[in-house]
């Protein structure tokens, strides 16, 4: 079997749908000795709109993590997005096309921009992809003091808040973009290139794969995913914000969902579906400490724990691997 084959064998990832079930069962335990709810409706519609925002990254950054590379500049995209979908719309139904189609024209833009940085330039991903987020970020504090735009109505109550029973459209909306990369990373070529490139990008090269029209696409996509975010975001807000990928820390919150995942940082192996899980965890942390009205403090100091159980819990998994290979 060849390299490129061994590369796009999927791999499953059972760990952390275990610790998602016993998250939820330990919070929903804690919370009910504690006299509340954390099943209800409410809290179950604010944790998939959690999730849905950060879903959304998460699933980005998990194809540009799979290829080897990375993307610090979300956030800053994020918050550029809100701005661009609101100011475009100025609260007119009639925009609400011509505004997502160009909120996506300038995400693509971002994207291509990282892509050519990391594979034609060679700039390292961690640099060139804080550097592009650097300048987004002047541009956004030099040029706006706070919310701007107005987002459609229209979007507002279909994305921002209609649902489906408990289920928000917007989570839906995740669900679908995680079932496209899936598909995409199973089942086409894309995918299993993807894949060989983040595990060895010579091997991947010599055996035909254009390693570098990959991984450039990938940043594409993962800069796509953000502006969807952002667009989810702005519907939810009403307007553009300019420091809401910043400070909802989506860069560093989508990396520790890819990571929780099973996603390798360096590449090569993971996937979507352990990513919506670890999403999935993380918002259930979140669900279940503002039921407790938990400081937010400790929550991070909670989310780090758990990030580090993680990567600390794969490692071993791979050493153990090591040993037994032949």
Same mark, same amino acid.
């Given at each position: 079997?060849?390299?490129?084959?061994?590369?796009?064998?999927?791999?499953?990832?059972?760990? +952390?749908?275990? %610790?998602?079930? /016993? #998250? !939820? *069962? $330990?919070?929903?335990? =804690?919370?009910?000795? &504690? @006299?509340?709810?954390?099943?209800?409706?409410?809290?179950?519609?604010?944790?998939?709109?959690?999730?849905?925002?950060?879903?959304?990254?998460?699933?980005?950054?998990?194809?540009?993590?799979?290829?080897?590379?990375?993307?610090?500049?979300?956030?800053?995209?994020?918050?550029?997005?809100?701005?661009?979908?609101?100011?475009?719309?100025?609260?007119?139904?009639?925009? +609400?096309?011509? %505004?997502?189609? /160009? #909120? !996506? *024209? $300038?995400?693509?833009? =971002?994207?291509?921009? &990282? @892509?050519?940085?990391?594979?034609?330039?060679?700039?390292?991903?961690?640099?060139?992809?804080?550097?592009?987020?650097?300048?987004?970020?002047?541009?956004?504090?030099?040029?706006?003091?706070?919310?701007?735009?107005?987002?459609?109505?229209?979007?507002?109550?279909?994305?921002?808040?209609?649902?489906?029973?408990?289920?928000?459209?917007?989570?839906?909306?995740?669900?679908?973009?995680?079932?496209?990369?899936?598909?995409?990373?199973?089942?086409?070529?894309?995918?299993?290139?993807?894949?060989?490139?983040?595990?060895?990008?010579?091997?991947?090269?010599?055996?035909?794969?254009?390693?570098?029209?990959?991984?450039?696409?990938?940043?594409?996509?993962?800069?796509?995913?953000?502006?969807?975010?952002?667009?989810?975001?702005?519907?939810?807000?009403?307007?553009?914000?300019?420091?809401?990928?910043?400070?909802?820390?989506?860069?560093?919150?989508?990396?520790?969902?890819?990571?929780?995942?099973?996603?390798?940082?360096?590449?090569?192996?993971?996937?979507?579906?352990?990513?919506?899980?670890?999403?999935?965890?993380?918002?259930?942390?979140?669900?279940?400490?503002?039921?407790?009205?938990?400081?937010?403090?400790?929550?991070?100091?909670?989310?780090?724990?758990?990030?580090?159980?993680?990567?600390?819990?794969?490692?071993?998994?791979?050493?153990?691997?090591?040993?037994?290979?032949?």
């Amino acid at each position: 079997m060849s390299a490129l084959s061994l590369a796009a064998v999927p791999r499953r990832v059972p760990g +952390v749908f275990l %610790a998602l079930a /016993l #998250t !939820l *069962a $330990v919070g929903w335990l =804690v919370v009910a000795v &504690n @006299g509340g709810q954390l099943f209800n409706q409410a809290t179950t519609v604010s944790l998939l709109h959690v999730a849905a925002g950060l879903g959304l990254v998460a699933v980005g950054q998990t194809l540009v993590v799979l290829g080897g590379s990375l993307d610090l500049s979300v956030a800053y995209v994020i918050s550029l997005s809100t701005l661009v979908a609101a100011e475009t719309m100025n609260g007119s139904d009639g925009a +609400v096309l011509p %505004a997502v189609g /160009l #909120t !996506l *024209a $300038v995400c693509a833009g =971002v994207g291509l921009l &990282n @892509g050519v940085l990391v594979t034609r330039l060679r700039v390292n991903a961690f640099i060139a992809t804080l550097g592009v987020g650097l300048l987004l970020k002047g541009y956004l504090d030099s040029g706006y003091d706070g919310p701007a735009g107005s987002t459609a109505p229209a979007l507002v109550q279909t994305l921002g808040y209609q649902r489906i029973g408990p289920v928000p459209l917007s989570f839906l909306l995740l669900v679908a973009v995680a079932g496209a990369a899936w598909f995409a990373l199973a089942r086409t070529r894309f995918g299993h290139h993807l894949v060989a490139v983040g595990g060895d990008p010579e091997v991947a090269r010599l055996s035909g794969v254009r390693t570098t029209r990959v991984l450039l696409t990938a940043h594409v996509l993962c800069s796509l995913c953000a502006g969807l975010a952002g667009i989810y975001l702005a519907s939810r807000l009403g307007s553009g914000a300019p420091r809401v990928g910043t400070e909802g820390l989506y860069d560093l919150e989508s990396i520790a969902a890819v990571v929780i995942g099973g996603t390798a940082l360096a590449g090569g192996r993971g996937g979507v579906l352990g990513t919506v899980a670890g999403v999935l965890l993380l918002a259930s942390i979140d669900a279940t400490f503002n039921q407790l009205e938990v400081d937010a403090f400790f929550k991070q100091v909670v989310r780090g724990v758990v990030i580090i159980a993680a990567v600390a819990v794969y490692a071993r998994r791979n050493l153990r691997k090591a040993a037994w290979r032949p």
